[in-house]
């Protein structure tokens, strides 16, 4: 089991960034793959993006790509999202995922933060 701490969520303009990280316990982070998930009022949980146990592989869904970017530091056992480019549809609160492999349904996650909230105004 490890313990997720989300952190960096705010009010931010369109067009601005906002980086968001997440700290995790432990002393296993290394063997976990990670990942960031959303979820917007009234809709369900989707995938944002995610990073393998090596950092070598990433993965982004189509609605960030190229404006968002995933990495971790495992020496300070955190994983950021670096959020650029920020669009009014960006508004929601932002989970960390950790699990042995992260795909893109939140259901099959089983370890998640509690969340932060990001808010992008006009």
């Known amino acids: 089991q490890v313990q997720l701490v989300e952190s960096g969520g705010g009010l931010v303009q369109a067009g601005g960034s906002l980086r968001l990280s997440c700290a995790a316990s432990?002393?296993?982070?290394?063997?976990?793959?990670m990942g960031w998930f959303r979820q917007a009022s009234g809709k369900e949980r989707e995938f944002v993006a995610s990073i393998s146990r090596t950092g070598v592989v990433k993965y982004y869904a189509d609605s960030v790509k190229g404006r968002f970017t995933i990495s971790r530091d495992d020496a300070v056992n955190t994983v950021y999202l670096q959020m650029n480019s920020l669009k009014l549809e960006d508004t929601a609160v932002y989970y960390c995922a950790a699990d042995s492999t992260i795909g893109t349904i939140a259901t099959t996650i089983s370890n998640w933060g509690q969340g932060t909230q990001v808010t992008v105004s006009s």
């Open positions: 432990g002393r296993t982070f290394s063997s976990y793959a």
